[in-house]
């Protein structure tokens, strides 16, 4: 049982990486559910012996039913990362209204520091309105 | 000592925050909650200093069950030092948010939110558990993703989908550690884990720890899990801006402190390493400071590479770099919260925040200029501001464990710091003002007053020097000792 929850974290982790790894939105969130499904399953896993109750009526023997503290972890954690999902769910949606892109874009002022050519510290503030961003209209 | 009112910082702003919520109709009602909550909050944070001070350890158990299975709060002298300085920064921040109007003025879920954010970062101060400080990342998290992206603009959601994103990797990697240390262990309780992971393998402490160090530096932005920082931060509203880069990243260095201190407080081998990641957190850090042309990236990037001075403190691993540490990382949240909040200034009376477009405020507005220069020497470590006492407490330690590159490393990331103030100094201050770009009318009172109030806490700190470090060197003591009970 531990060694088939162990492989199907081991796959979920997996599959998630690279889905996180793409650039669409949407499927950056997929691998973020697969990713948090593969915590929650190790999460299991720490509770020694998955598959036995948490509870048993009528028995006090602690070896009989499992620990439920591990249990009460995974129910924590999947109401978090179910609101964060949807969170982000959100925003994707945002931002396609805002751009019809569901690409990650590139941060512009990222592009900008890239393309600028050389940073005059001596200089700068001294050509205000000149932003410099071709590089040709540097000093 | 159980002290069952030590739960406050983090119940208050909870139960003001669902307040707020109610009288969502009127903003005069939700700024004198908000207000209000923040004052009783930082009272509290000072009764618990003089308490925890007193009796080494302050605890509770929440809802009355015992410390395995029931969540244990505690506060130590170094929660109660970080729970001050987060209540005070956040009042002053509110204040000056409810001057700049703004987001606040617009948005009915500002004070809420803001009011969830200081629970969960006084939550985390707080907690003796660590499932219970992935709860309270979880609540602040949530908050700041809602504040970052409040207006829903397109620069906001393509910095908040990035934000997201990586907070939300790094907290399943911290499910993912906790399911492992359960196992190996049997406990999350800070109390019990020294004793339960003594019995571990070497070789698994050591992952445990690094997995751990590894979760709290993506929250905490070192070296090389930085990268998102300097594309959120400047952002978001200024207020907002200045709360996650004075705070949020410093949550997570609490986080490192603690968790190294519990688990290995005598790896050398990984204080090497943190050493090793300090100097290069600094350095990388500050080199993207100078290349940056916008006020609030050129401190975002600062921002990154202060950790590296407080993770420098924590490598060193022993009581003097640690207490150096803490008194940087006290002094530099107030520091650090002041020069965003006059950047947001520069920003409001010049229309703009880019090095090329404003000029001269110097001569036009004197006062944000004062008020810009006293914290941004600070930060570069110039005698007598608090920058230079929690830097040469630094040094001194560094130097005491005879880690030369580290103190020489640390040393020229302070002057090119300077360097990098300078650039602001010069581009947006010195020169002739450019008429085109001055926005007439005078800047709101609270703006200026809550940043003028920081200005002076941080120089009262300098002048207090002697006392907040003796009050410093014995948090370090009782954090290396381990936790009492």
Known sequence: ?139 | MNAPWIALPAALPLFAAAVSVLVGRSRRAQRVIGVVTLTVVSGVAVRIAQESDRHDLLTTQAGGWEAPLGITLRADRFTAIMLLVAAVMFLSVLVYAIGQGDEEQRHVGFHPVYLTLVAGVCLAFLTGDLFNLFVAFEVMLVSSYVLLTLGGRLAQVRAGTTYVVISLLASITFLFTLGLLYRATGTVNMAELPEAMAALDADLRRVLLLLFLGVFGIKAAVFPLFFWLPDSYPNAPTAVTAVFAGLLTKVGVYAMFRIMTTIAPEDTAVGTLLLVIAGLTMVIGVFGAISQQEIKRILSFHAVSQIGYMVFGLGLLTVAGLAAAILYIAQYIVVKTTLFLTGGLVERAAGTGHLHHVDGMLRTRPVVGMLFLLPALSLAGVPPFSGFVGKFALVDAGLASQSWLIVAVSLAVSIMTLLSMNKIWSGAFLGEPTPNAVVEGRLPVAMVGATGALVVISIAMALAAGPVYGYAQRAAESLLAGAPT
């Open chain 1, 1 to 139: 049982m531990s060694t088939i929850l162990a492989v199907a974290a081991a796959v979920l982790f997996g599959t998630g990486t690279h889905l996180v790894l793409q650039r669409e939105l949407t499927r950056m969130l997929l691998g973020l559910s697969l990713l948090s499904h593969g915590a929650n399953v190790v999460l299991l896993l720490a509770a020694r012996g998955p598959g036995r109750p948490a509870f048993v009526d009528g028995r006090d023997d602690p070896r009989t039913f499992l620990d439920p503290i591990p249990q009460a972890f995974t129910l924590t954690a999947i109401v978090i990362t179910f609101g964060v999902t949807c969170f982000l769910l959100a925003l994707a949606y945002r931002s396609w209204v805002l751009t019809q892109d569901d690409t990650v874009q590139d941060d512009p002022e990222d592009v900008r520091v890239r393309q600028e050519p050389t940073v005059d510290i001596e200089h700068s503030g001294a050509d205000a309105g000149v932003l410099g961003a071709t590089g040709s209209d540097a000093p």
